[in-house]
């Protein structure tokens, strides 16, 4: 059975860093796409940063300015976001998409979500 499941979020005051990690089993994450979106309450979901397999093509929305670090280790099968400097527009809840690099459509994984809150 695949499975994403992310983890690292909370509570954090603006400026602040947290560390958000997607770990996944029951498929090679080397041949998937990874990426976050997050979700705030009453927003359409959107993307945060998308990495390639092999590293060899990064992306970050363009909010992010910066602030944010995509990274992924295949073999731990873990993919992470570090986040620096939050902002209070940060809060969402975040989630991890892994899409296989030749099959998009058929396989496309999802997690549950982790919750990111940036309050004073």
């Known amino acids: 059975e695949q499975q994403v499941v992310e983890s690292g979020g909370g509570l954090v005051r603006p400026g602040g860093s947290l560390r958000l990690s997607c770990t996944t089993s029951?498929?090679?994450?080397?041949?998937?796409?990874m990426s976050w979106y997050r979700q705030a309450p009453g927003k359409e979901r959107e993307l945060v940063a998308r990495i390639s397999t092999n590293e060899d093509s990064i992306h970050y929305g363009d909010f992010v300015a910066g602030r944010f670090t995509i990274s992924r280790d295949d073999a731990k099968d873990t993919l992470y976001l570090q986040m620096n400097s939050l902002k209070i527009e940060d809060t969402a809840k975040y989630y991890c998409?892994?899409?296989?690099?030749?099959?998009?459509?058929?396989?496309?994984?999802w997690g549950q979500g982790t919750q990111v809150t940036v309050s004073a």
């Open positions: 998409n892994a899409q296989h690099k030749f099959w998009p459509g058929a396989y496309n994984h």
């Open positions: 029951g498929f090679t994450l080397a041949v998937y796409d």
